[in-house]
Each structure stands twice: as C-alpha cells, then as structure tokens.
C-alpha cells in the first residue's frame, strides 16, 4: 500500500537528486583538489586531528592497527618519520566515479567519495614500473 507521499514523481527525484550529487567532472576534480590542499596545508602545519579526519574510515583503522596506537599518534609518527612528503603543488587530477588520484610535485595521494565528502584512502605513494603504487599510508 502508498501512502499519498509516493507517487511516480518520486522515483524522478531520486534518481535528480543522486545525479545532480555527483556534480560535473570540473566540479568534482575542484572538490578533490581542494581537499587534497587541506590534507597537504594539514600536513605542513602538523595538524594531526585535521590530518586523521581527512582518512577514509578504513585508512585510519589500518594506520592505528599497524602503530598499535591512535590515529593522531600514529600520524605524528609518520611526520616525524618522513613518511608523509610535504607534497608540493598539483600536477594533475584524476576522478573515476568516486574514486580519484592527485599527483604532486613530490606525492600521489588517492581519495575515495563518502557522504561526508572526499577522504583520503592513501598518500605518501610512489609510482613503481609495472606494479601498483608503493603507499605509506593506506587502507586495508
């Protein structure tokens, strides 16, 4: 049984609302950039909490689990470490779906599209020669 709040109508407004949430690919290659810079500001500043809220969810549970420690602990770790390069400018971006990739002067960091908007999902990433990207911080 409907109730009278359903209708034909609102199957066409889901299906607006889910296409116009995705936005134009400029749009979207915007959002990432944009979030990639606050990641990299995050990075120089030495902002941890800032840092950790920018992971993905699964990329912040591996970081803890392999530091045995929390996230900001852990991130700091890599910082001190030098395992997360201040990255540089952007060369170049890439958006697949809810996926993307942001290549930096001295970086790549991949990023996935949640709700909550674009998170991190690896960095500190270097190319290898027929292989997947070496990470120093990824999901699981």
Known sequence: MRGPWY??????????TAVSACGTLPERRDE?????T???QALGAGQRERLCAALAPATRE???QSAKTRCVEAIG??????????AGAVR????YGDQARVVLE???????HFPTGWKVTAAGCRP????????EIKGG
């Open 92 to 95: 170049g971006v890439d958006v």
């Open 128 to 135: 290898r020669p027929q292989r997947p990207y070496a990470c």
């Open 38 to 40: 606050r990641f990299e």
């Open 106 to 112: 001295r970086d790549t960091v991949f990023l996935a």
């Open 62 to 64: 591996e970081l803890e």
């Open 32 to 36: 990432v950039s944009t979030e990639v």
């Open 77 to 86: 770790q890599a910082i001190e470490e030098q395992e997360l390069p201040v």
């Open 7 to 16: 209708g034909p109508g609102i199957g066409v407004l889901a299906v607006l």
